[in-house]
């Protein structure tokens, strides 16, 4: 066959041609999606700028598997050219795009690389400045146009790319829009591209610290601050103070006043990154730079340990130091945190690093820094073996935390000195901040078992106070039922030149002998329980008016182990008594007195104040205001103390193991010694006591009360000039101890001098009348109002607290709804104590259900919640049994995470004995299937009672194969409840 050599010679025709229809702006031939891009081309043909990828494309870094670059599947759709053949893309003015910058850039963008062609810096930074004035709520502009500049820089013009990056880089780095992986991959596209070291130097500066104010990151951290290196080195300065002929721009104002370079804190980072990232070289470059250019501080070059053999540390130290040389404080933590939480040990060059900017930060701190001192408290307590916290650092911690209102970071890291009490004993917070912090673990926290390890240190370590805290710190923590500790500090501080602040403040007066006389009653009530058939021999007590004795009280006896005050040869110690000045002149002598009699005494006081009329009641009220801005010692009126209580609902020996005639805690009162108040007896020494010693104890406890009880009346002689809260509370702590006919004689005393009685006397008598019969306490509220009294919560509470301990269900709700009626809103927090008590003991209403009484139960926690009143421990404790009653341990063990863990001593055997009966049940319901393997593993393990699981699940499986089932199926049942 003759084939014509012209054709022979021929070039032959390329089988794809899409590249001469793209030039051309002709419609692309679409590739088959059987085929992949490699096959779309001839083999020897390269990747062109007019290459239209279908699929995710690399950059010359492809190797890592981080790096996206442009990909049809990204864009709003797959059209990648004009709709019709031979139509071009029309260009679009720099005006016209202005005026809608983002949905321009959004209609090039679906042209693909012929619609990126018109995007210019100008245009790239007119959609920067839109999407940063968030005038855009669709699609993520920003990894748009990350993309977009890379594949410009990659597949169009490197220098336009270039251009776009540092665009990006500037304007969207300092913003915070781009996130760390995005800067660094167009970093590499222009490290790639061979760009790095043409960005401007104005630029690096921006972008390098723009960078350096990104949280640290350690994984991606080495590597970028790697690509910075470079431009950190250029733009150090070789001097540590700007001449003439430098740019003032390169420069910044530290906090204490020294110009240094605006680029030495993204330098700072960088090293810090390089070194924990094992790039010691050029970390140590970069660190030469900075010594030869003396940007470093000479004394913390000193204080480092430059021989150790930890680079990282030696970094740390120097750079940290500097940043505390600079007043950057805030800096040097970002600097020291991240690392020091990385490390499972501290070692002691670290710990003192970490002591030196606490002590620092200390000067002057923030919020925040205190914050982070907290935390590195807890870093040094558990990981730094073998160093010890400076007391001093320790003390202006706990001033500045208190000082600022941050009380719980105090809180938490007092705990925390606790737990390390075997190695070293940490002081407590001194001066104003202990009583401060105090009052906070007792009114907010309620940290109970935190109070009490706190009164334990200060009483048995001998810590001093400050006189004038004194007072209220033992006030507290006989409040909190610590009556051995109490005692402990009152006997030390009621002596000397300082004693009137603790012997005469009556809150002190009145809270001791609240405690020491409910003490005795418990005493009495354990001796009528183990020996009910032989009775109580009446008990000696100074009952009386001595006129001989008018002096001051003397200081009390030693105190035995157990804290019980005698004196050495074992004789009671007897202070001097006082005498009262008439009318109050008479000698009160114990006498034989009818149940009759006694109660009409108690009743005729009610008489004699709601026998006025009512501009008695209102001329009380006005009394009390003028009082208000006089002179008293500034403690809480006596009136705001509750009776004494009455004994617990007969369920608490479920919750605490002590039989049900054990006295409770004033209503919602914080627990005892032990960090429960279920468990009184052995608290104050009872258990293993013969009859005769329990009595013996019982007066020493009643010796003691009326000790401190003369203390205060002999401080306030001549009781003519006494003031009416003075008198007030001379008469509530003599019906605490059962002089009433000296209580009434002070009431008598207060008429005869016209102080005329307010609400706060009101409430003290009417405490005696209620604590004898609520129904009679009731009745005297009706006489209040219609006398002109306005009954305050005290008031209701009073009589609340009484009707509820009788077990009169009706008078609660008929006080409750009187309350209401007369505008009453809200409570107070020992009235919501004493109706959640009564709840769960079904004294408010004898036919609630157990299901009933938890719902009540819940009602009345939710109720303080919502008005910002944190429950006690006690209270859990209540609502614990309340939910174990109703076969709820799911309730019962939210109950305990909630309310009681963490405020009592966990190995504390009544707190143990309560989460064992919780655990009980969980492993109860769990045997039936009505409880999950997951949850029920989880409550036992928060309780620290895991391994009674095996047991229970043993049981469940065997259950579970009776009813039928396998053991394959057994691990998928439960929850069916």
Not at 745 to 757: D, H, N, Q, Y
Not at 916 to 924: E, K, N, S, T, Y
């Amino acid at each position: 066959m003759f084939f014509c050599r012209h054709q022979l010679l021929r070039v032959p025709a390329q089988r794809h041609f899409s590249n001469l229809l793209a030039q051309r702006h002709a419609t692309r031939l679409p590739v088959p999606k059987t085929h992949s891009r490699r096959h779309a081309r001839p083999a020897s043909s390269g990747s062109t700028a007019q290459d239209a990828p279908t699929d995710t494309t690399t950059t010359p870094t492809a190797n890592d598997p981080t790096i996206t670059t442009y990909a049809s599947e990204t864009l709003p759709h797959t059209d990648h050219g004009p709709a019709h053949e031979g139509e071009r893309l029309s260009q679009i003015s720099d005006e016209e795009f202005n005026l809608r910058p983002i949905s321009n850039y959004i209609f090039l963008r679906k042209q693909h690389f012929s619609g990126l062609m018109q995007l210019t810096t100008d245009r790239v930074e007119a959609v920067i400045h839109n999407v940063l004035k968030g005038r855009w709520s669709g699609p993520d502009i920003v990894s748009n146009l990350v993309q977009d500049a890379i594949a410009i820089c990659e597949r169009q013009s490197s220098l336009r790319g270039r251009f776009i990056i540092v665009l990006l880089l500037r304007k969207l780095s300092i913003a915070r829009a781009l996130t760390k992986n995005q800067i660094l991959q167009l970093l590499r596209t222009l490290a790639a591209h061979d760009g790095l070291r043409f960005v401007p130097e104005q630029s690096r500066v921006f972008i390098a610290r723009a960078v350096a104010a990104y949280p640290p990151d350690r994984d991606l951290d080495g590597e970028l601050f790697c690509m910075l290196a470079p431009w950190l080195t250029e733009a150090l300065p070789g001097q540590p103070v700007p001449s003439e002929d430098m740019p003032s721009s390169l420069w910044e104002e530290s906090s204490s006043g020294v110009l240094v370079p605006r680029v030495l804190w993204a330098t700072f980072r960088g090293i810090l990154a390089l070194a924990q990232d094992g790039k010691q070289s050029e970390a140590s470059a970069l660190l030469a730079q900075l010594v030869s250019g003396e940007h470093l501080s000479n004394d913390a070059i000193n204080a480092t340990d430059l021989s150790s053999k930890d680079y990282v540390y030696i970094v740390l130290s120097v750079l940290v130091r500097t940043c505390l040389a600079h007043g950057w404080s805030a800096r040097a933590s970002e600097l020291l945190m991240p690392e020091v939480s990385a490390r499972r040990v501290i070692s002691y060059p670290v710990a003192q690093l970490i002591e030196d900017w606490v002590a620092t930060t200390l000067n002057d701190p923030h919020e925040e820094d205190l914050r982070t001192a907290a935390s590195t408290f807890l870093l040094l307590f558990q990981r730094a073996e073998g160093f010890t916290v400076s007391e001093p650092v320790l003390q202006a911690f706990y001033d500045a935390a208190m000082h600022v209102k941050l009380p719980e970071l105090v809180e938490v890291v007092y705990r925390a000195t606790w737990k390390v009490k075997a190695t070293h004993s940490y002081p407590p917070p001194r001066g104003k901040a202990i009583l401060s912090f105090m009052q906070y673990l007792q009114q907010n926290s309620r940290n109970v078992h935190l109070a009490r390890l706190l009164v334990q240190q200060v009483a048995e370590e001998d810590v001093p106070l400050p006189p004038p805290v004194r007072a209220d710190f033992i006030g507290n923590a006989a409040a909190l039922g610590f009556t051995l500790h109490a005692r402990a500090l009152w006997e030390r501080y009621s002596t000397g030149p300082d004693r009137l602040a603790v012997v005469g403040r009556r809150a002190v007066m009145l809270r001791l002998v609240s405690a020491f006389v409910k003490a005795e009653a418990i005493a009495l009530r354990t001796v009528r329980n183990r020996w009910p058939d032989e009775p109580i021999p009446e008990l000696p007590r100074r009952n009386h008016v001595d006129d001989a004795d008018a002096e001051a009280a003397s200081g009390p006896g030693d105190q035995d182990e157990d804290g019980v005050g005698a004196s050495p040869d074992g004789e009671e110690d007897r202070p001097h008594t006082m005498a009262l000045h008439t009318p109050l002149r008479c000698r009160l002598r114990p006498h034989p007195r009818t149940e009759t009699s006694r109660l009409r005494l108690r009743e005729s006081i009610a008489e004699s104040w709601t026998a006025g009329d009512s501009r008695a009641g209102r001329g009380s009220r006005d009394h009390h205001i003028s009082l208000s801005q006089g002179a008293h010692d500034g403690a809480p009126h006596p009136s705001s103390l509750s009776p004494s209580p009455p004994p617990p609902h007969g369920d608490v020996k479920v919750a605490s193991g002590l039989p049900p005639d054990d006295p409770a805690p004033e209503p919602g009162a914080e627990e005892g010694e032990d960090g429960g108040s279920t468990r009184p007896r052995r608290a104050l020494g009872f258990d293993g006591l013969t009859r005769a010693e329990l009595l013996e104890r019982a007066g020493e406890l009643r010796r003691f009360a009326e000790t401190v009880f003369d203390a205060y009346v002999a401080s306030k002689q001549p009781l003519e000039t006494a003031n009416h809260y003075g008198l007030n509370a001379l008469a509530r702590g003599a019906f605490m101890l059962g002089r009433e006919e000296l209580a009434f004689s002070v009431f008598a005393t207060m008429k005869a001098r016209r102080i005329k009685l307010d609400m706060y006397d009101v409430n003290v008598a009417l405490s005696v009348v209620a604590k004898a019969n609520p129904a009679a306490g009731a009745a005297r509220i009706h006489g209040l109002v219609e006398a002109g009294f306005t009954p305050d919560a005290v008031t209701f509470g009073t009589v609340i607290h009484w009707a509820i301990f009788h077990g009169d269900a009706p008078l609660v709700g008929e006080l409750l709804r009187h309350a209401r009626a007369t505008g009453l809103k809200r409570f107070s927090f020992k009235t919501m104590g004493s109706l959640l008590r009564g709840t769960v003991s079904g004294r408010s209403s004898s036919l609630a259900t157990a299901g009933v009484q938890l719902d009540n139960a819940r009602d009345i926690v939710d109720t303080m919640i919502d008005a910002g009143i944190r429950p006690t421990a006690n209270m859990g404790r209540d609502c614990i049994v309340a939910a174990l009653r109703a076969e709820d341990p799911a309730m019962a063990f939210r109950f305990w995470k909630h309310l009681v863990k963490g405020k009592v001593q966990f190995k504390d055997p009544a707190q143990a004995a309560l989460r064992r009966r919780i655990a009980r049940q969980v492993r109860g319901h769990y045997e039936y299937g009505w409880l999950d393997d997951r949850r029920a593993m989880a409550m036992l393990s928060e309780l620290g009672l895991l391994p009674g699981m095996a047991l229970a699940r043993h049981l469940a499986r065997k259950r579970f194969r009776a009813t039928g089932g396998t053991d394959e199926d057994f691990g998928y049942a439960g929850d069916a409840r």
